[in-house]
């Protein structure tokens, strides 16, 4: 059986666009495959590489090295497109994923040996490189295979085959039935809002400890919540096998109204409950820890499915998507730290990662993150650069997150500040001393003032009238 994929309209014009100039252009297939149909969402040029050294990866996109123009297959770095798919992957909701490579060029690259064995190389370290890690869910479960699109520069031929990844037997190269659709593709959108405060133990040793192991920790802490948790629609709890077009139509129907299409597709709430049992260890460790990490926040979540996507697949993508924007934010913030140590004369620490925006594609929404005095501007940057998009400052959604609440954050800090002028703890004790002896002391004056009242007040009365 053909496999058959559907993009929108606008992605012929796309490569029609590059293919039209003669050039070679290499870029990312990005999607969504469920069980009852294959949509490719956008396809995304990879900006030409800046670093002919294959530098690292967290300094490749933002090196200031002048790009090097790459005009055939055998001048792509593996590495370079592989790190384009981490980048692309964060600003994917949950359900989405790269599927694979899109190419312009005069070669014929599933005729050519040596292209077509450049164009495995390619497909395989990018899975290899998404494997790395699993918290970003780079790769889509459960799919062995890659889309590689290409159109000629010089006739214009449109083919898509597609190549299994993960193997070290010869591939072959399946064709696939690629159809572009005249109308925008239609989504079920779900919204979810999860909620986050934990407390964490901080061990710190000789050396000190890593942020990124501190935020690993959390991590995988937060995807073992997440998993556990038991997720309702619009208040209820709906069966996995049922399909999200059918959602909307049951609850009109109960209502005796007739579902408009807009109706249909209206956004529906996703909430997560996660089960007593499941929040208490089965075994209780008791550590002595230098500190504690209170990691507290709300992450938002808008994913994206085909209507007839199943309840199952909803739950699948919005728990990814939760787990994958903490993972995304975890990775940028810990790149961005000058020192990623926590001493352990450091009594307040305060981390920030970047909060997420909303970035349009089409008809739905990808991501961005944007770190604290950052403005919408910032996120244009990597729509440009990494999708390959034109948007304006007023596309960007940058409500579905507010900054961070630090006024708790500046509580503490004046508490540890106080601290340092406190006394040493012997010291702290002979007060306590002190001020113990003194309340004995009024306390005594007092219950004998209470109990020779009487007396006293006769005696003043007799000073009184001997005064007369």
Known sequence: MVRTVYSPEYCLQYLEQYASKETFVIGLILGQTTDSRENVIHLARTPEEKSPDNAAETEAFSGSDKPEVVRSLAGVSEAWIADHAKHVTRMLPGGMFVQGIFITSDEDIFEDP???????????????????????????????????????????????????????????????????????????????????????????????????????????????????????????????????????????????????????????????????????????????????????????????????????????????????????????????????????????????????????????????YLFPGEAPAEALLSVRELLDLQITEADVVCDVETPADTSEFDALDRDASSEELLATPQEASQFMYITGICFALFVLIVSILVHYYDTIVVCLSKMVSKSK
């Open 114 to 368: 040596n292209c077509f064995s450049r164009v495995k190389a390619i497909v395989n370290y990018t899975y290899k490189s998404l494997n790395t890690n699993p918290y970003m869910y780079g790769n889509c479960p459960g799919v062995a295979e890659r889309l590689v699109l290409h159109m000629s520069t010089s006739t214009k031929v449109l083919t898509c085959k597609s190549v299994e990844v993960g193997s070290v037997k010869n591939v072959l190269a399946r064709p696939v039935d690629w159809k572009f659709l005249p109308k925008p593709q239609q989504w079920q959108r779900l919204d979810c809002y999860f909620e986050f405060d934990d407390v964490y133990p901080v061990i710190v040793k000789k050396s000190g400890i890593s942020v990124k192991q501190q935020f690993q920790q959390i991590l995988e802490s937060a995807q073992k919540t997440i998993e556990s948790s038991v997720m309702f629609i619009d208040g209820e709890l709906k069966t996995d096998s049922e399909a999200l077009e059918n959602l909307n139509k049951k609850k009109k129907l109960k209502t005796n109204a007739k579902v408009t299409q807009q109706e249909a597709l209206k956004s529906m709430q996703v909430s997560l409950f996660v089960p007593f049992e499941t929040c208490l260890p089965e075994t209780v460790e008791y550590l002595e820890c230098d500190g504690s990490i209170h990691f507290s926040g709300v992450v938002s979540s808008s994913v994206f499915l085909y209507p007839k996507a199943t309840v199952s697949e909803a739950i699948t993508a919005v728990k990814q998507d939760i787990v994958r924007s903490l993972a995304s934010r975890f990775t940028m913030h810990c790149d961005a730290l000058i020192d990623d140590n926590l001493l352990p004369e450091e009594k307040v620490c305060f981390n920030e990662p970047p909060r997420r925006v909303l970035v349009p594609v089409g008809s739905l929404f990808l991501c961005d």
